[in-house]
T-cell receptor, first 113, second 116 residues
């Protein structure tokens, strides 16, 4: 039958595992990329960003990788914790000269204890 | 060190009524952005404002929607004659400089609009 509505891609992991969330972007002119975490009922929370002149950036337990050749972005979360459970969005900007964001569709991360 | 504030958090309106959503940016930020989020979708850009100016409204529906960011007070997103399709979460973000690369946007908690 016909599906109603969209379903987010979901990544289910065990506590302590490493998680990798992927994102493809379409515009090769985008020059700044951000990962946001959104918990249920809350606004997006900034996690980490990367400029197009870099291919890797590390934060606390998180790493963002950028592959401009294939227009792919990934977020790696080390030692995933139940509190990491949320929807993760990549966003891009820079095409317009100011920072309005274009968001991807999001991936739901579920962490089991 | 208050973040971006939005009110109300939840708003219920009947079809044909007006909805007013308010956003106070982070202290020191003069750039405000409004986004709309439908269930299980990413946020979609609506409008970008600086104090007393609309910079980019390319994501705003042509009718019934308007936004302002006065010299004093919060930014307001106004939806006139609401319809059920307007039901969504509306998020406001603010940033420091508004100029492209590395100008991080910080988001408020959103207003969830339900149209009956």
């Amino acid at each position: 039958g016909e599906s109603v509505g969209l379903h987010l891609p979901t990544l289910s992991v065990q506590e302590g595992d490493n998680s990798i969330i992927n994102c493809a972007y379409s515009n090769s002119a985008s020059d700044y990329f951000i990962w946001y975490k959104q918990e249920s009922g809350k606004g997006p929370q900034f996690i980490i960003d990367i400029r197009s002149n870099m291919d890797k950036r590390q934060g606390q337990r998180v790493t963002v990788l950028l592959n401009k050749t294939v227009k792919h972005l990934s977020l790696q979360i080390a030692a995933t914790q139940p509190g990491d459970s949320a929807v993760y969005f990549c966003a891009e900007t820079g095409r317009s000269g100011y920072s309005t964001l274009t968001f991807g569709k999001g991936t739901m991360l579920l962490v089991s204890p | 060190n208050a973040g971006v504030m939005q009110n109300p958090r939840h708003l219920v309106r009947r079809r044909g009524q007006e909805a007013r959503l308010r956003c106070s940016p982070m202290k020191g930020h003069s750039h405000v952005y409004w986004y709309r989020q439908l269930p299980e979708e990413g946020l979609k850009f609506m409008v970008y404002l600086q104090k007393e100016n609309i910079i980019d409204e390319s994501g705003m529906p042509k009718e019934r929607f308007s936004a302002e960011f006065p010299k004093e007070g919060p930014s307001i997103l106004r939806i006139q004659q609401v319809v059920r399709g307007d039901s969504a979460a509306y998020f406001c973000a603010s940033s420091l400089t508004g100029t492209g690369v590395s100008d991080t946007q910080y988001f408020g908690p959103g207003t969830r609009l339900t149209v009956l």
